[in-house]
């Protein structure tokens, strides 16, 4: 039996939610249900199976990215429409608690696992990192999982869905 399960966010218990980034933290004990309620962003939780406590939390979100974004090589066999259909993970923490668990692998495993098999068209799955300093460390995570940077946002990440659903299939 695995460790941890992932389910839509619910009534769990978000008050002793900790990241190590208050911005984080902040919108996952106060904000979240409100961009799930109106339809903003779908919220999905990791669980300690044995306690039931939120190791942690991704949320996901349609969105778009400019054609000239995409790198050259990757643009040429895309359709000319300004801009580029994706699934944004908008939003991404671990709790301290869980640190060298694997977690935030297997929160993006699941997103991406997620996303690969929705009936949505989108050529890619996106990650934003914000230039700061925990940011730079969450954009060398998406790096490692095989994200690309856009060519005029290097800390905006994108994984193209054909990768994806090779590293959910394979």
Same mark, same amino acid.
């Given at each position: 039996m695995t460790r941890f399960v992932s389910e839509a966010l619910a009534k769990h218990e978000r008050a002793a939610f900790l990241s190590g980034n208050d911005r984080v933290d902040l919108y996952f004990r106060e904000t979240v249900s409100q961009d799930v309620k109106r339809k903003y962003a779908a919220c999905y939780v990791l669980i300690e199976r044995g306690t039931g406590k939120v190791a942690g939390f991704y949320t996901l979100s349609a969105h778009s990215i400019p054609l000239n974004d995409v790198a050259p090589e990757l643009a040429k066999k895309l359709p000319r429409y300004p801009s580029v259909p994706v699934v944004l993970i $908008?939003?991404?923490?671990?709790?301290?608690?869980?640190?060298g668990a694997g977690v935030g692998s297997l929160l993006l495993y699941d997103a991406i696992s997620r996303v690969a098999?929705? +009936?949505v068209g989108a050529y890619a799955i996106c990650a934003d990192a914000i230039a700061d300093a925990i940011d730079q460390l969450a954009a060398a995570f998406y790096r490692d999982?095989?994200?690309?940077?856009?060519?005029?946002?290097?800390?905006?990440?994108?994984? +193209?869905?054909?990768?994806?659903?090779?590293?959910?299939? $394979?």
């Open positions: $908008g939003w991404m923490g671990r709790d301290l608690a869980f640190r098999k929705a +009936p999982h095989q994200f690309q940077p856009l060519v005029s946002r290097p800390q905006s990440l994108f994984l +193209p869905m054909k990768t994806a659903l090779a590293l959910v299939s $394979g």
